[in-house]
C-alpha cells in the first residue's frame, strides 16, 4: 500500500503545472527576480553594492529588498496614454 501511494504522491510531483494565463489586453505580474534577471540590471546591482561597501547580508537586507519589493509593486501602475508609462508593462518592461 505504502508503494501505491509514494508512485502517486511521486506522480502528482512530477506533473507540470498549468501556466496562468491572463484574458485578452492584460499582462501577467512577473516576479522580482524576473524583471531583475536582466544582464544590465544584475551590473547595476553588483556597482550598487560595490559602490556602499556594506556586507553582503547588509546589502540584501537593506537594499535589495526594497529593490524587489518596490520592482513588483511598480509593473501594477497603470499606464497611461502618453508619459512615462506609456508603453507596454510601465516602467520595468521597457528594455
Known amino acids: 500500500m505504502w508503494k501505491t501511494i509514494a508512485r502517486f504522491l511521486k506522480d502528482k510531483e512530477n506533473e507540470p503545472e498549468a501556466a496562468p494565463s491572463a484574458p485578452e489586453g492584460f499582462h501577467l505580474p512577473l516576479s522580482a ?15 550598487i553594492w560595490e559602490n556602499t561597501s556594506l556586507p553582503k547580508e547588509t546589502y540584501q537586507s537593506l537594499c535589495l529588498a526594497p529593490l524587489h519589493a518596490c520592482a513588483e509593486v511598480m509593473q501594477q501602475f497603470p ?16 528594455r
Open 33 to 47: 527576480r524576473q524583471l531583475l534577471s536582466k544582464t544590465e540590471r544584475r551590473t547595476m546591482m553588483v556597482r
Open 79 to 94: 499606464m497611461s496614454s502618453a508619459g512615462k508609462f506609456a508603453y507596454q508593462g510601465g516602467a520595468w518592461m521597457r
